[in-house]
């Protein structure tokens, strides 16, 4: 999960909404 947030703050709030769907 830790390299997920990582990858979320690199890439933005677009990605973060996909890894939460995924979640």
């Known amino acids: 999960v ?4 990582r990858l979320v703050i690199s890439n933005g709030p677009i990605i973060a909404v996909r890894l939460t769907r995924l979640v």
Do not use: D, G, T, V
Request: hydrophobic letters at 0%; proline letters at 0%; a neutral charge.
């Open 2 to 5: 830790k390299y997920e947030n």
